[in-house]
């Protein structure tokens, strides 16, 4: 009596996937393709540091990460990756390499504790600029829309330029400029 309503599932998640550009979706990649990608063309990196178990990880993935327009402008002005904190295989980082580290009875990826800044929780969002140098990591889950602002800032460099505060005020959402 089940194979019926799992083939429609099935079927169900395969016309999803057509229905949805591959542009509206975030190209997420391993550490290890966003290096090799980093030394043909140099570009920010948006590491989505996430574990299996972390609940508002895949709210996240769910909502937010699952906007159109804000998945293309990652797509577009960031190497997307995504970094699992308790993976098990080494990583290198430049030129250190990180490893697993044993806590208990589970553990941690020394590059995700790196890049937080030794600040684990998940998700956190980490900013790398085209130098591989970090950023700023942002703790938590973030709505689409304060997200949209926050990979904005760092996307167009206002960072450097603008205070966050000044930007929020001023800040235009992509549906906006795309009229």
Same mark, same amino acid.
């Not at 009596?1 to 599932?9: E, S, V, Y």
């Not at 890049?115 to 929780?121: D, E, F, I, K, M």
């Given at each position: 009596? *089940?194979?019926?309503?799992? /083939?429609?599932?099935a079927c169900f998640t395969s016309l999803l996937g057509w229905a949805i550009p591959v542009s509206a979706q975030v190209q997420w990649m391993s550490w290890e393709q966003a290096m090799e990608r980093m030394e043909q063309e140099p570009r920010k990196l948006l590491v989505d540091i996430y574990t299996d178990w972390c609940g508002w990880c895949k709210r996240m993935d769910a909502t937010t990460f699952s906007q159109p327009l804000l998945a293309e402008y990652i797509n577009e002005h960031f190497y997307p990756v995504k970094l699992n904190a308790e993976s098990r295989d080494p990583l290198t980082w430049n030129g250190k390499t990180f490893d697993f580290v044993r806590a208990g009875r589970n553990g941690y990826h020394a590059l995700a504790a790196e /890049?937080?800044?030794? *600040? /684990?929780?998940f998700p956190t969002i980490v900013f790398l600029n085209e130098k591989l140098e970090v950023i700023q990591p942002l703790p938590g889950y973030k709505e689409p829309a304060v997200f949209e602002q926050i990979v904005t800032y760092f996307g167009e460099d206002a960072y450097l330029r603008v205070p966050w505060e000044v930007y929020q005020r001023q800040?235009?959402?992509l549906a906006q400029k795309k009229e």
């Open positions: 009596m *089940r194979k019926p309503h799992i /083939l429609f599932a /890049l937080t800044r030794g *600040r /684990l929780s800040y235009v959402p």
